[in-house]
């Protein structure tokens, strides 16, 4: 019996551990810049008002939960503000992103799976080596590659390509590429395991059947990948429609996202009220793709049953 309800007190520990760890570094924080976003911007150290005194017992509570208000969110949602055009920008760069990833991601990751056992781990480790730099030094090494006298500029009109500098940084196509560029490895990971994982006898039966090397792809393949793909999608959606760094430095004028949006309402405008609204709504934003995906892979297990 002595065993046994240690074994069960293990089996919570084991259980509570990340739940505790969700609520310590996750939900207390949102809970946090939730309260914030329902506040009012003051000029006082915090720069945000009501707080809350529980010195003054019910009648405190009741006076702090009384003076919160939804006009942040009302002033974000707006159609006169540029938030709205910021999630919308940011959601079709980010889904963009996504799609030039899946398709460079891809087949980087069908060759790795493919290939001899032996070199697999090198490959990759080959994947994964830009993780050992820095993502701020990597992103600023594209500054020096796309500017008008960069490498890439000076390459092509050395070889008698161009006669003028092509104008790629400081416009979409720079941010693009920034993406694409630092999240591939967030795309090629799972697609590796995904094909990895593949029975290649399905292939050498569909091969005997006379199934040509196309269309066994397309109905073996690429179907059973689909996890892998899922996988890889989302991470690298969801950080991509919050990223800031990538636009500001590769990104222009008119390179409108929400990330770049929110840090310019926090530092320049010094609104921790709206800035936290446009935090908390991102938030919703990314949950819905999440969502999604748990209830397709939740369906496919009952189906699986």
Same mark, same amino acid.
């Given at each position: 019996?002595?065993?046994?309800?240690?074994?069960?007190?293990?089996?919570?520990?084991?259980?509570?551990?990340?739940?505790?760890?969700?609520?310590?570094?996750?939900?207390?924080?949102?809970?946090?810049?939730?309260?914030?976003?329902?506040?009012?911007?003051?000029v006082a150290q915090p720069p945000y008002a009501p707080q809350l005194d529980l010195s003054n017992g019910l009648a405190g509570l009741t006076d702090?939960?009384?003076?919160?208000? !939804?006009?942040?969110?009302?002033?974000?949602?707006?159609?006169?503000?540029?938030?709205?055009?910021?999630?919308?920008?940011?959601?079709? *760069?980010?889904?963009?992103?996504?799609?030039?990833?899946?398709?460079?991601?891809?087949? *980087?990751?069908?060759?790795?799976?493919?290939?001899?056992?032996?070199?697999?781990?090198? !490959?990759?480790?080959?994947?994964?080596?830009?993780?050992?730099?820095?993502?701020?030094?990597?992103?600023?090494?594209?500054?020096?590659?796309?500017?008008?006298?960069?490498?890439?500029?000076?390459? !092509?009109?050395?070889?008698?390509?161009?006669?003028?500098?092509?104008?790629?940084?400081?416009?979409?196509?720079?941010?693009?590429?920034?993406?694409?560029?630092?999240?591939?490895?967030?795309m090629v990971l799972p697609l590796y395991s995904a094909l990895e994982k593949l029975d290649l006898t399905l292939l050498?039966?569909?091969?005997?059947?006379?199934?040509?090397?196309?269309?066994?792809?397309?109905?073996?393949?690429?179907?059973?990948?689909?996890?892998?793909?899922?996988?890889?999608?989302?991470?690298?959606?969801?950080?991509?429609?919050?990223?800031?760094?990538?636009?500001?430095?590769?990104?222009?004028?008119?390179?409108?996202?929400?990330?770049?949006?929110?840090?310019?309402?926090?530092? #320049?405008?010094?609104?921790?009220?709206?800035?936290?609204? #446009?935090?908390?709504?991102?938030?919703?934003?990314? #949950?819905?793709?999440? #969502?999604?995906?748990?209830?397709?892979?939740?369906?496919?297990?009952?189906?699986?049953?």
């Amino acid at each position: 019996m002595a065993m046994a309800g240690e074994k069960g007190r293990g089996r919570w520990f084991v259980i509570a551990v990340p739940y505790l760890w969700l609520l310590a570094l996750f939900l207390a924080p949102f809970l946090i810049v939730f309260k914030i976003s329902l506040s009012q911007d003051v000029v006082a150290q915090p720069p945000y008002a009501p707080q809350l005194d529980l010195s003054n017992g019910l009648a405190g509570l009741t006076d702090f939960l009384s003076q919160l208000s !939804l006009a942040n969110y009302g002033y974000v949602l707006d159609f006169s503000n540029e938030f709205l055009e910021a999630y919308g920008s940011s959601l079709v *760069i980010a889904s963009i992103s996504t799609v030039l990833l899946l398709l460079v991601g891809y087949p *980087i990751a069908y060759g790795m799976a493919r290939a001899p056992r032996s070199i697999q781990p090198t !490959l990759l480790m080959l994947v994964i080596l830009p993780f050992w730099t820095s993502f701020l030094i990597r992103v600023y090494a594209w500054i020096g590659i796309l500017s008008p006298e960069g490498l890439l500029n000076q390459g !092509l009109m050395a070889l008698g390509v161009i006669d003028t500098p092509l104008e790629i940084l400081n416009t979409n196509l720079a941010v693009y590429i920034g993406i694409v560029y630092s999240y591939l490895p967030f795309m090629v990971l799972p697609l590796y395991s995904a094909l990895e994982k593949l029975d290649l006898t399905l292939l050498e039966a569909a091969a005997d059947l006379g199934c040509p090397p196309t269309k066994a792809f397309w109905t073996i393949t690429f179907p059973l990948s689909i996890p892998g793909v899922a996988a890889g999608a989302l991470l690298c959606f969801i950080p991509a429609v919050g990223e800031f760094v990538i636009p500001d430095l590769l990104g222009g004028s008119d390179t409108l996202m929400i990330g770049k949006s929110l840090w310019t309402e926090f530092t #320049v405008n010094r609104s921790w009220t709206v800035s936290s609204a #446009v935090a908390v709504l991102l938030l919703l934003v990314l #949950v819905i793709p999440i #969502v999604i995906y748990q209830n397709i892979q939740q369906r496919e297990l009952e189906a699986g049953k």
